[in-house]
């Protein structure tokens, strides 16, 4: 199938250079361990960050920019400023020209967002808007749960197949941990699916845009790491009964009202959440 032409470029306060071009010029050959794919489609950058929603007030941090498509779509659309984490050396000094382009609205900051403070590196408020390189997106977003408080909004590329766990419902193949842990923090939206095309090089998935609005309080009370926990348990012997996945660390769903003859895809976040409290009261009292 043909690859989809790149878009004009959208209003800026200079004239840009094609994406394509800069890609040349600053040979950026798309690196398969930084899990690299370049988006093009200007169109598409524009409709990922209206996804994102009102980020006029707003600092919004991009990961792994590349040579700046969504960087540009996010700044034209009025982002009070833009901070770009990006490992590759090479899009750094591609991003520099634009920030020419873009006095003191664009800051770059080269390094391994793994590693990086995202919350350290402006006040509040903040969001997250990114084409996430696939090799790292999961343990990214893992890591921002963590501290969803801290952020306004996530508007994230994934993998369609990640996206579908994000906002999988009990009892369908996709709910898992990943879904558990997510809903529980945030209200999942599933923006919409992204054709492989849009990109160079086009992956071998597609992809799907999804917005995580963290929640007020987390869906029901549950400490992290006993949530952490007692999904491993249920999840790790998922065809298991309850009864029999959840016995190591002595838990009784029936103390809960919880059918133990249920597997772990069928409870609900709620339900985990109570499993969880319950697992570490046990925790507390076999150690007082």
Same mark, same amino acid.
């Given at each position: 199938m043909p690859a989809i032409p790149e878009s004009p470029s959208l209003s800026s306060p200079v004239s840009l250079p094609p994406l394509r071009d800069v890609i040349k010029r600053f040979r950026l050959g798309a690196r398969r361990s930084l899990g690299q794919h370049f988006i093009l489609d200007l169109n598409?950058?524009? $409709? %990922?960050? *209206?996804?994102?929603?009102?980020?006029?007030? +707003?600092?919004? %941090?991009?990961?792994?920019?590349?040579?700046?498509?969504l960087t540009r779509? !996010? !700044?034209?659309?009025?982002?009070?400023? #833009?901070?770009? &984490?990006e490992r590759d050396e090479r899009c750094v000094a591609a991003l520099a020209e634009l920030a020419e382009a873009y006095p003191e609205r664009l800051e770059i900051i080269e390094g391994d967002a793994l590693e990086a403070d995202l919350v350290g590196l402006t006040g509040p408020p903040r969001c997250i808007v990114s084409n996430l390189p696939?090799?790292?997106?999961?343990?990214?977003?893992?890591?921002?749960?963590? =501290?969803?408080?801290?952020?306004?909004?996530?508007?994230?590329?994934?993998?369609?197949? #990640? /996206? /579908?766990?994000?906002?999988?419902? @009990?009892?369908? *193949?996709?709910?898992?941990?990943l879904s558990i842990i997510t809903q529980w923090l945030c209200d999942v939206r599933r923006e919409f699916n992204v054709d492989g095309r849009a990109f160079t090089p086009p992956p071998k998935v597609a992809s799907a845009v999804v917005t995580l609005n963290p929640r007020l309080k987390p869906l029901a009370p549950a400490a992290w790491d006993a949530l952490e926990t007692v999904t491993a348990a249920a999840f790790g012997q998922r065809r298991k009964m309850? *009864?029999? +996945?959840?016995? @190591?660390?002595?838990?009784?769903? *029936?103390?809960?009202?919880?059918?133990?003859?249920? $597997?772990?895809?069928?409870?609900? &976040?709620?339900?985990?959440?109570?499993?969880? $409290? $319950? =697992?570490?009261?046990?925790?507390? +009292?076999r150690s007082s």
């Open positions: 598409l950058c524009a $409709r %990922i960050t *209206r996804a994102a929603g009102d980020i006029l007030a +707003s600092t919004v %941090i991009e990961i792994g920019p590349g040579p700046g498509g779509a !996010l !700044l034209d659309a009025g982002a009070a400023k #833009v901070i770009a &984490v696939y090799n790292i997106a999961t343990p990214l977003l893992i890591g921002w749960l963590q =501290h969803i408080g801290d952020f306004e909004r996530l508007t994230l590329m994934f993998q369609q197949e #990640v /996206a /579908a766990r994000l906002a999988a419902r @009990p009892g369908t *193949r996709e709910y898992g941990r309850l *009864r029999a +996945s959840l016995k @190591p660390l002595c838990l009784d769903p *029936r103390e809960l009202g919880i059918d133990p003859t249920k $597997r772990a895809g069928e409870l609900t &976040v709620e339900e985990f959440c109570a499993l969880a $409290r $319950r =697992h570490e009261q046990g925790l507390l +009292s």
